[in-house]
């Protein structure tokens, strides 16, 4: 069979599953208030949960950054390309999570990648969650080939069988549990506290993805790690993204003076690769003052996010153990939940339906996501829709 044809009948074959993806067409900034495919819409499935990605400062600071540094990076970090943006950058965000250091990264997934591959070698072993993100995953997997590492991965948040798996290992091995802290198809959190104890307990590495809790989580904002009080000891390796509350683009990695040097040298994501635009970096040094400062985003997001929760359930939909932003809404059927997600866009809102590989089969799920720029007449109006919708 050619090339093309083969493709063809692969691309048929998610087609008939109700698996085949499409991309919309954003005119304008992202915000809530959205023009998607040309229709005037209301956004509940971006991750810029605190509605800054088209903030008029944050934007002002980064025209100022181009004025400053130009557009590119024009080179890797360790060539030319780490600005003094980039470096004012890393020690606000140290500052902000409370770690000795951090590193920038062009994008979470890089980050991710990085983290496993400076630090796992031959034998060793990784831990996840099943429901981990695919970053994560895909990190494992790769230096399961490069390196020779081992992924041993658990049930979700089942704590008994990570100690199970933790206890195995002899300690010339090196172990790193690593996991999402909010989960992001569930909004869900890990059990942070527990996992850091039991890290403790085995002489093994804790590593957080707070992509979703960075911003959203701890009384500043400063995520998982400021919300349960965890230190650069408990939790040695911290990892966040800069693309989602923060609403720029890019993550880090924070922690010790030797896990920053340790990645600078190793991570080949961190090596290989330009670094962001300076403007981003000095457009993200006002997001992180912004959100350090205007707390009243997350006490909103806070309320929107019960008075969603409490439509929700007087309507009797099946929600999910979260008191995140991320209030998904569980379908099950791929079918369904993709002609749900077409029902509500036609009535004007902007749900997506999240379907397998993302997830596990049979859990497909419409992904509701809050943002402090959401009015309560936004939610108001979402559940009079969803009270409308046919659910089966
Ligand atoms: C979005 C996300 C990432 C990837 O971050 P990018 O900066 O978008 O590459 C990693 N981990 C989790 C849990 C995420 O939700």
Redesign the pocket.
């Known amino acids: 069979m050619s090339l093309n044809d083969s493709l063809k009948k692969e691309l048929l074959n998610l087609e008939q599953q109700s698996l085949y993806r499409q991309r919309k067409i954003t005119d304008g900034p992202q915000q809530v208030h959205l023009i998607s495919n040309g229709k005037s819409v209301v956004s509940f499935c971006s991750?810029d949960y605190l509605g800054l990605a088209n903030h008029p400062g944050i934007a002002k600071a980064f025209k100022q950054g181009v004025n400053d540094y130009g557009v590119g990076s024009g080179a890797a970090h360790l060539v030319s390309g780490h600005s003094r943006a980039h470096h004012e950058l890393e020690e606000a965000l140290a500052e902000y999570t409370g770690r000795s250091r951090t590193l920038l990264?062009s994008?979470?997934?890089?980050?991710?990648l990085g983290i496993v591959n400076a630090l796992m070698g031959k034998g060793d072993i990784v831990f996840q969650d099943k429901l981990?993100?695919?970053?994560?995953i895909d990190a494992a997997l790769l230096s399961s080939v490069f390196l020779g590492s081992q992924l041993k991965r658990y049930p979700h948040n089942d704590m008994n069988r990570l100690a199970q798996l933790l206890t195995a290992p002899d300690n010339k091995q090196r172990k790193l549990v690593m996991s999402?802290a909010?989960?992001?198809m569930g909004g869900d959190l890990a059990q942070v506290t527990r996992m850091s104890e039991l890290c403790r307990q085995h002489d093994a590495w804790l590593m957080l993805?707070?992509?979703?809790g960075f911003g959203v989580l701890g009384a500043n904002g400063a995520g998982t790690a400021e919300e349960f009080s965890l230190d650069q000891e408990q939790l040695p390796v911290y990892?966040a993204?800069?693309?989602?509350a923060m609403g720029g683009?890019?993550?880090f990695v924070a922690g010790s003076d030797v896990l920053i040097e340790t990645l600078i040298q190793k991570a080949r994501s961190y090596v290989y690769t330009t670094a962001m635009p300076p403007a981003m970096a000095q457009a993200l040094l006002m997001s992180i003052k912004i959100s350090r400062e205007q707390s009243w985003r997350r006490e909103k997001l806070k309320q929107l996010i019960a008075q969603f929760r409490s439509g929700a359930e007087q309507l009797g939909l099946s929600l999910m153990n979260s008191q995140t932003a991320i209030q998904p809404i569980m379908v099950g059927d791929n079918e369904t939940a993709m002609s749900i997600s077409q029902t509500l866009e036609q009535q004007g809102f902007l749900i997506t339906a999240i379907r397998p590989p993302t997830l596990p089969k049979g859990t497909a799920r419409l992904r509701v996501t809050l943002s402090a720029e959401h009015e309560e007449t936004d939610i108001e109006q979402l559940l009079s829709a969803l009270a409308r919708v046919k659910w089966s």
């Not at 993204?241 to 989602?244: C, F, R």
């Open positions: 991750n990264f994008t979470g997934y890089m980050a991710n981990n993100h695919a970053s994560l999402d909010v989960f992001s993805d707070d992509a979703h990892m993204t800069l693309g989602k683009f890019g993550a």
